[in-house]
């Protein structure tokens, strides 16, 4: 019914066009608004007394000693960056850039309990803001990927503001309708996104210095793409990672898990649930938006095809099986993820070179149906809770308790 409307609006004269036919992306835009009308008038700030909302939730573990842990690894990071070739090089960087993406969903789905996947297109809308911000108005590094981030963040507070009255499998659908809105609103359309060709991005360059994958400082193999870039975003991953470890343990980072676990009676504590879910929202969209600016600069161009819903799919499902609660889990999915270290070794050692994306898809899905099975609070996040349980005893503290038979009637 809506596409028939629309379409019968757009032969009016009043309706906007882009060279004599309807804008890309129209109809998906208008289906996004009408679900977020719709979901707004039927839902409610608080689940209403009486309303289903309980389920099973991963553990949150805490996490200490996080300079022991991330210290050495940031070493090991930049010496891999500097001796290993261009190929591991590269796989390398994109895992990096990939993992600060997947802890975005950390922060929204494994600590408020918020079900979102519109984090891809967010970056993806991040990416392209670099591009016109550099082709059309002249800015570069760092006013353009600051300004592109900012943007970002207040487009996902503008969705998460929008799907405050609803939860769960609904907020999964709002912020579906609002990642293919995005796609096919601005990232195929040529006067706002790349189209169909693409967006160039100029390298990052700041003081004369060239922070790009085509700076001067070379590895032991003298090949491009430089680690110059892939220092950078090792920096940047490791101060989201930490930033998102020392998120949990903040105030902030318990009103979240009250949230998730109860939100009326983290509202009954004082706990201002409206405003915890629009700061997890501005969080995660920040850290989208970031993931997204350095994957523009990592290749110099963005395109559509980089940021569509079967990619954000497979990234929410690769950190649901290793943890979404646990930030290691977002490190392993980044460097699981299209392009990145793993699958660069199972291309070039286990795997066919053909369609390797559709083998790691299929891996993944496998991965995501044993992982309810068996572990359904995550790989990472069993694996910590059975170490914890080991060091403290307390398995024989708190044996488990018996099944209850079921009683007919």
């Not at 997947?102 to 670099?130: H, P, R």
């Not at 392993?332 to 286990?350: D, E, H, M, R, T």
Request: with cysteine.
């Amino acid at each position: 019914m809506a596409e028939s409307l629309l379409s019968y609006a757009s032969t009016m004269a009043w309706f906007p066009t882009q060279d004599g036919i309807t804008p890309p992306g129209l109809q998906q835009l208008a289906e996004f608004l009408l679900i977020v009308i719709a979901l707004w008038w039927k839902g409610s700030t608080l689940p209403q007394r009486g309303e289903f909302v309980g389920r099973s939730l991963p553990a949150v573990p805490r996490q200490e000693h996080l300079l022991r842990r991330v210290g050495p690894v940031f070493v090991v990071g930049a010496i891999a960056l500097l001796v290993l070739p261009a190929d591991l090089r590269q796989a390398i960087t994109t895992g990096l850039v990939a993992t600060v993406l997947c802890l975005s969903f950390i922060v929204i789905m494994g600590y408020v309990g918020q079900l979102s996947v519109v984090q891809l297109a967010l970056a993806g809308f991040a990416a392209f803001a670099v591009s016109r911000l550099g082709t059309e108005f002249g800015l570069g590094f760092p006013a353009a990927p600051i300004i592109a981030v900012l943007a970002a963040t207040a487009l996902g507070v503008g969705i998460g503001a929008a799907a405050l009255r609803v939860r769960g499998v609904t907020l999964v659908v709002v912020t579906l309708a609002a990642a293919v809105a995005i796609e096919q609103f601005v990232f195929a359309n040529s006067e706002w996104g790349g189209g169909q060709t693409g967006a160039p991005v100029a390298s990052p360059t700041l003081f004369g210095i060239n922070f790009g994958p085509d700076s001067g400082l070379r590895g032991l193999d003298g090949a491009l793409p430089s680690p110059m870039f892939g220092l950078v975003a090792l920096v940047v991953a490791t101060l989201a990672y930490m930033g998102v470890v020392y998120l949990r343990n903040s105030d902030l980072g318990r009103q979240m898990l009250a949230i998730r676990s109860n939100e009326r009676a983290a509202a009954a504590a004082g706990v201002n649930v409206r405003t915890v879910k629009i700061v997890a929202f501005g969080i995660t969209s920040a850290l989208a938006g970031v993931a997204g600016v350095m994957y523009a600069y990592q290749f110099g161009t963005v395109s559509a095809n980089s940021y569509g819903i079967s990619v954000a799919l497979t990234l929410v499902a690769s950190v649901y099986v290793l943890g979404v609660t646990l930030p290691q889990g977002a490190v392993l999915a980044g460097f699981g993820a299209i392009g990145s270290v793993i699958p660069l070794i199972l291309q070039k050692y286990v795997l066919p070179a053909d369609h390797i994306s559709l083998y790691v898809q299929l891996l993944i899905g496998g991965g995501l149906l044993l992982q309810l099975r068996f572990f359904p609070d995550g790989l990472l996040v069993s694996r910590s809770i059975k170490k914890e349980r080991k060091m403290t005893g307390i398995d024989t503290l708190v044996p488990e308790l018996p099944r209850m038979k079921s009683v007919r009637t």
